[in-house]
């Protein structure tokens, strides 16, 4: 649906390695095949981007930006919102749950009687709660400007796992009707699947965190 798309491109050593270029979208060669047969983020559109023999004019490439830095920096953006986005569908889901325990009766009680629940109740708002002060003291730190990406990465990685962690949770409180759209928590549950692959996977921040934490590269 975009106008114009940003690429990042990998240009040799001797054009300052990684490069970002505007690519107008109706430039020949440039197309973007739309990614069918989604169970997840099914409302927006994805695509693979395809560059096949593509010119552009030099004034296409951004300036002052060379190597990793340029696209992390946008990156590192994108992933402290994350920190905060999956912590909604978090909030979303446990908010659920918790409403239909306390309607939902089995043997004589409502399920939110049983200590069972009540514990998955409240693991998921201990993990949401500490998610939450983990993303607002980012967000303190982004402000004074001393968030540096490694602390970046704690978040996306924690937020992203317990907040679909507190959603399969939730998912079993509500029984079979987990597995219906009619309740926002399968629906949360698939949409986090692609956020724990996208801006970082999993597998990647923790790789980060294990380099800030013994100056090894485990990349490759
Ligand atoms: C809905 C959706 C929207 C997206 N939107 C965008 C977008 O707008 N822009 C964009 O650029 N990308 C986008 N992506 C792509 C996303 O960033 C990539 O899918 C992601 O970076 C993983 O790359 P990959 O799929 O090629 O997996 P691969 O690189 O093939 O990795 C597969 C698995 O191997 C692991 N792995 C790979 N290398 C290593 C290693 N060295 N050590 C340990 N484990 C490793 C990975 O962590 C992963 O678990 C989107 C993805 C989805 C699902």
Known sequence: VADVA????????????IRGFVVP???PGFSA???KHKLSLRASVTSELVLDGVRLPADAVLP?????????SCLNEARYGIAWGALGAARSSLDA???YSMERVQFGRPIAAFQLTQQKLADMALEYTKGLL???HLGRRKDAGTLR???VSLGKLNNIRESLEICRTARTILGANGISLEYPVIRHMNNLESVLTYEGTVEM???????ALTGESAFR
Do not use: Y
């Not at 940003?6 to 390695?17: D, L, N, S």
């Not at 002052?64 to 992390?72: A, D, F, Q, S």
């Open 33 to 35: 095949p739309l990614i």
């Open 134 to 136: 983990l993303a607002l």
């Open 97 to 99: 749950a918790r409403r």
């Open 205 to 211: 921040h923790t790789l980060v965190i294990g380099q």
């Open 25 to 27: 979208t109706d430039t």
């Open 149 to 151: 990406p490694e602390q």
């Open 6 to 17: 940003v690429v990042w491109a990998q240009a040799g050593e001797e054009h300052g390695g």
């Open 64 to 72: 002052e930006v060379r190597g990793l830095k340029g696209p992390l």
